[in-house]
């Protein structure tokens, strides 16, 4: 049974920094974080895809880019998310997902993992 470990949340002042980690239980081909604040959809934010042809691509939602880097160290299994310069607006639930099929892809679509960690919360106040 794979899993996914959360950790890194917490609460952090506007313009300040966090780093989220998730920790995998084997390697996984493509991982992603995802957040979802209350009332509102779930949302891919930053994914990452490491095969043969395909080492390291990544891939951000506008909302994120130039603020978040998300990396894989796969010696060890843990995806990371690295936030800067964060907002009140990333106030959210912040989940990771994971595949390890030989096609998946880094999208931010929900669809596209096959497992999911159960979350931390990241809240940034004004």
């Known amino acids: 049974q794979e899993q996914l470990v959360e950790s890194g949340g917490g609460s952090v002042q506007a313009g300040g920094s966090l780093r989220l980690s998730c920790a995998a239980s084997q390697t996984m081909k493509c991982m992603a974080w995802f957040r979802q604040a209350p009332g509102k959809a779930r949302e891919g934010i930053a994914a990452i895809e490491r095969g043969y042809l395909t080492n390291g691509l990544t891939n951000y939602a506008d909302s994120v880019m130039g603020r978040f880097t998300i990396s894989k160290d796969d010696t060890k299994n843990i995806l990371y998310l690295q936030m800067n310069s964060l907002k009140p607006e990333d106030t959210a639930m912040y989940y990771c997902?994971?595949?390890?099929?030989?096609?998946?892809?880094?999208?931010?679509?929900?669809?596209?993992?096959?497992?999911w960690g159960q979350g931390t919360q990241v809240t940034v106040s004004s």
């Open positions: 997902a994971a595949d390890r099929g030989f096609w998946c892809k880094a999208t931010l679509g929900g669809a596209g993992y096959s497992y």
